[in-house]
């Protein structure tokens, strides 16, 4: 609202400017002075318009950062191309970051190849792994399974560490899919990778009693709780129509993307707090927003499996900035 010395001195600039149009340009010491507090006037009019806290009542919180992320995926760790020291310094990259990183979520795919190896050269490759990281990060870090952490020989499926059992034992998994809460936000991670519908391996989805667990931990979270969801395979991407020599038909594998990516959606649409989704497996960097939430799948570490760039996406890792309000930032970094 205007005060009562701006609608007066208005008023009567009102009558000065009728006046002196009636009557021919005519300039006296009062009309000057009342055109100087006309301008006056205004400038003061226009700061309190420009001042929302006085004018609209608008305050502004800011955030306040609560976690800082690392969002590694597809490593693909073995013991060519130099792949240990690569891998290395990209750990070292990710530790000199500032601010400091919390907490590392790394997306699967972490040793080259499970799915057809002997046990000899799966171990070889685990150990490795496991010695880089306790050499060089210091970091808590969580896992999910990524398609090439499987061993899934359709020839010989009676050892007892088949399938999923023996990278769950090397990370300490006692389930493929678990939840956690940490500075406020609730972190999800799931089981993307399962059997296609031949029995031959392997397919994205999440499959009947995990999903059924997922609806329960979304409906006993609380609403104010902002959940991070994290999958090796994308639950939605646009990554694979980057195709090459595409004439009137794109072709679309379910080991690309989440075949219940319908029924997911339809599920996270009816819980807001659902904020972020984590993916890797395509080896590309994308970002999309879907009925408010903001799927992201980051480069591999392992770029091209060490071997250059996966088209545009170079080797990176993610970093995401948490904060109590619910919100995030991200962004993608080549080390």
Same mark, same amino acid.
């Given at each position: ?28 010491? #009062?009309?000057?002075?009342?055109? *100087?507090?006309?301008? @006056? ?11 929302? %806290? ?39 990259? *990710? ?18 190849? *499970? ?42 499926? @009676? ?7 023996? @990278? ?23 089981? %993307? ?58 072709? *679309? ?63 990176? #890792? ?18």
């Amino acid at each position: 609202m205007l005060c009562a010395l701006c609608v007066q001195t208005l008023c009567s600039l009102w009558l000065i400017n009728g006046r002196d149009r009636k009557g021919g340009t005519k300039f006296t010491e #009062y009309s000057i002075r009342k055109q *100087m507090e006309r301008r @006056s006037a205004l400038k003061n009019i226009g700061g309190l318009l420009l001042a929302p %806290s006085l004018s609209l009542g608008i305050t502004r919180q800011d955030k306040t950062p609560v976690l800082r992320i690392a969002h590694l995926t597809d490593i693909h760790l073995k013991d060519q191309f130099d792949a240990p020291g690569r891998f290395t310094r990209c750990l070292h990259h *990710m530790q000199q970051r500032s601010p400091k990183v919390d907490l590392v979520l790394n997306g699967g795919d972490i040793v080259f190849d *499970m799915n057809r190896e002997n046990i000899s050269t799966i171990s070889d490759q685990w150990k490795l792994y496991k010695s880089v990281w306790a050499n060089e990060c210091g970091l808590p870090v969580s896992y999910c399974l990524g398609n090439h952490d499987v061993w899934w020989n359709e020839d010989d499926k @009676s050892q007892v560490l088949y399938g999923k059992e023996y @990278s769950m034992d090397q990370l300490g998994l006692h389930i493929s899919y678990y939840s956690f809460t940490k500075a406020g936000w609730k972190f999800i991670l799931l089981d %993307s990778v399962h059997l296609d519908i031949d029995n031959t391996w392997y397919i994205g989805k999440l499959g009947d009693v995990q999903f059924a667990w997922l609806e329960n931990e979304l409906k006993n979270t609380d609403p104010n709780t902002p959940v991070l969801v994290m999958t090796h395979i994308p639950i939605l991407t646009a990554t694979n129509l980057v195709e090459d020599n595409i004439v009137n038909r794109w072709t *679309m594998y379910g080991g690309d993307m989440h075949t219940d990516v319908a029924k997911i959606i339809s599920l996270f649409y009816k819980y807001p707090n659902v904020k972020l989704c984590l993916s890797g497996h395509i080896h590309l960097r994308e970002k999309l927003v879907y009925d408010n939430v903001t799927y992201i799948c980051n480069g591999a570490v392992s770029g091209a499996w060490w071997e250059g760039n996966k088209r545009e996406t170079a080797p990176g #890792y993610g970093i995401i900035d948490l904060y109590a309000d619910g919100s995030f930032d991200e962004s993608y970094i080549n080390y």
